[in-house]
């Protein structure tokens, strides 16, 4: 009825008064950082400070060199040969390989085994993929 839509749907059960919705309040707590000060960590500690030094080798023996955190995918790693090989932009699929032993997207490079800040750069195998 016209009375409930003018209270908000809301009606007290003895006398037809409207009520007062009920509101919840804020604690007023903020949980943000300021954005340079982010950056700044981002770049100091290589985002969160456990890189891998990584190698990335095509089929015609293309390298190219990069670091990148140890609980990344293996899917981002890839992303990211697609980004710098352009031979990869429109490939298909791609795989990479540790030691000749295929690499599966969901997993990370810290489940291969592939450690932070070893000292050495890891060699990946990054072919385009067969359709087989």
Wanted: proline content about 5%; hydrophobic content about 35%; overall charge negative.
């Amino acid at each position: 009825d016209e009375r409930d839509e003018r209270a908000g749907g809301a009606m007290s059960d003895e006398d037809d008064e409207p009520v007062e919705p009920l509101r919840r309040q804020s604690t007023g707590m903020l949980l943000a950082l300021p954005a340079e000060e982010t950056e700044a960590n981002d770049e100091k500690d290589g985002a969160s400070g456990h890189c891998a030094d990584l190698l990335l080798v095509l089929d015609d023996g293309n390298e190219w060199s990069t670091s990148v955190d140890v609980s990344y995918t293996i899917e981002f790693v890839k992303a990211l040969a697609r980004e710098h090989f352009a031979e990869l932009k429109e490939a298909p699929a791609l795989e990479l390989k540790l030691d000749d032993r295929p690499l599966l997207d969901p997993m990370s490079l810290i489940d291969y085994g592939i450690q932070a800040d070893s000292g050495n750069a890891t060699r990946l195998m990054c072919s385009i993929a067969s359709a087989d």
